[in-house]
């Protein structure tokens, strides 16, 4: 190993997580697997890491005293998810190493900051304007124009937070509707493909990509990543060369995951940015050599990254709460484990709703068309042995 880069300490390293959501379950086994400690902090919310870690710190974000206990314990800390205040994350940063940076995050948990640091990057994405009341709105809906999509800044989640504008509306009525005091419009995008880069950026500044993923969304959430993406390899190349400049732009360490819209006329355009692990990189956890949760350990602790070869084309099945039968029994896993090639990842969490990831599937597949076949017949059995007219 390089001088440039730390050690392993197991007897003397804790790793905190600020979140206990099923990323940071699945940071939180490959933790344990190294022999390391954990802690996790849930922000007071159910948390499916707390079952694995060896300590839970269950108190609110602003709690003050949690912060102290947080990094009493910690000595060194990553996030699970994004949507933490700043302050908080800064009030870590002082006391501990916390990667990504709170400045980092800051960026890719606002939407108008990730739009704003694009623009001065030159990085392309969608056209957009800040909005703060309806006459705005309504000017930017003249500016930008129609169809397009009126977003809140922050806190906006599997399609939540979005307003789609065809054309014809009140601006006065829409934004009253809305519900939140800023936010962003952006241009309707008519894609061929959405696709996602995870980009790992280690302590010395070096980054690495992953095959970009091909991804499928059912009621605005992801369903499918089909791995490698069904595109021409200068696309693929374009795709990971954008991402990571944007990793070296935020000065970034850890894993990155960048999602992007492949216009019809083969313009790349950036989405959104996800500053930890990622839903469309759980296909790395059995088709790469080293998963994106390794990954992102790896370089929380100073360590270098590790292979991120894709040794088998993959389908990355999203289980959501709709699969789940009514009586409140689990699906029939029975038809996964006769297909052989498909590897099951439950996250633990005891109450299934409709729009709720409780797990995912990765199909392996000789081929990419191969898997998906494969990974939709499986939908298509659990979604009707729940009732659902649309599994044919």
């Known amino acids: 190993m390089s001088g440039r880069f730390a050690k392993l300490d197991s007897a003397t390293c804790v790793v905190g997580v600020i979140g206990g959501g099923q990323l940071g379950r699945m940071l939180v086994l490959v933790a344990r697997r190294m022999g390391l400690r954990t802690v996790v902090w849930t922000g007071g919310r159910e948390a499916p890491a707390a079952a694995v870690a060896d300590e839970v710190i269950d108190l609110s ?37 916390l990667h990504p940076s709170p400045q980092a995050i800051g960026v890719c948990q606002h939407r108008m900051n990730e739009k704003r640091f694009l623009r001065e990057h030159g990085i392309p994405c969608a056209p957009f304007a800040e909005v703060g009341d309806a006459v705005e709105l309504a000017s930017a809906m ?33 934004w009253s509707a809305f519900g939140s005091p800023q936010g962003v419009l952006e241009a309707w995008i008519p894609f061929e493909k959405e696709l996602s880069v995870m980009v790992m950026r280690d302590a010395t500044g070096a980054s690495v990509t992953y095959e970009p993923s091909e991804n499928r969304h059912r009621g605005h959430i992801l369903d499918v990543s089909i791995v490698p993406a069904r595109i021409p390899q200068s696309i693929a190349g374009e ?25 019809r006329d083969g313009a790349l355009l950036v989405n959104e940015m996800a500053p930890r692990p990622h839903n469309s990189g759980h296909f790395t956890m059995d088709a790469c050599e080293t998963s994106q949760f390794d990954q992102q350990l790896r370089l929380v602790l100073g360590l270098p990254a590790g ?70 017949q499986l939908k298509r059995a659990w979604l009707g042995a729940a009732g659902h007219a649309d599994a044919s």
């Open 61 to 97: 974000f602003d709690d003050p005293a949690a912060v102290a206990r947080f990094c009493g314990v910690a000595t060194v800390a990553t996030v699970e998810f994004e949507n933490i205040p700043v302050t908080i994350l800064e009030a870590v940063a002082d006391r501990i190493p």
């Open 142 to 174: 003249r500016g930008i124009g129609t169809p397009s999509v009126l977003k809140t800044t922050s806190f906006g989640y599997d399609g939540s937070g979005q307003v789609k504008l065809e054309g014809g509306e009140d601006a006065a009525a829409v």
């Open 239 to 263: 795709a990971r060369a954008i991402a990571c400049r944007i990793a070296a732009a935020l000065d970034y360490r850890g894993i990155l995951g960048v999602e992007f819209f492949l216009t």
């Open 307 to 376: 292979s991120v070869r894709l040794h088998t084309p993959v389908v990355m099945l999203n289980l959501l709460g709709d699969l789940w039968p009514r009586d409140g029994a689990e699906p029939d896993w029975s038809p996964l484990f006769a297909d052989g090639r498909a590897v099951l990842h439950l996250y633990g969490k005891t109450r299934a709703h409709e729009r709720r990831k409780m797990g995912h599937v990765n199909v392996l597949g000789d081929d990419v068309g191969d898997a998906l076949r494969r990974a939709e």
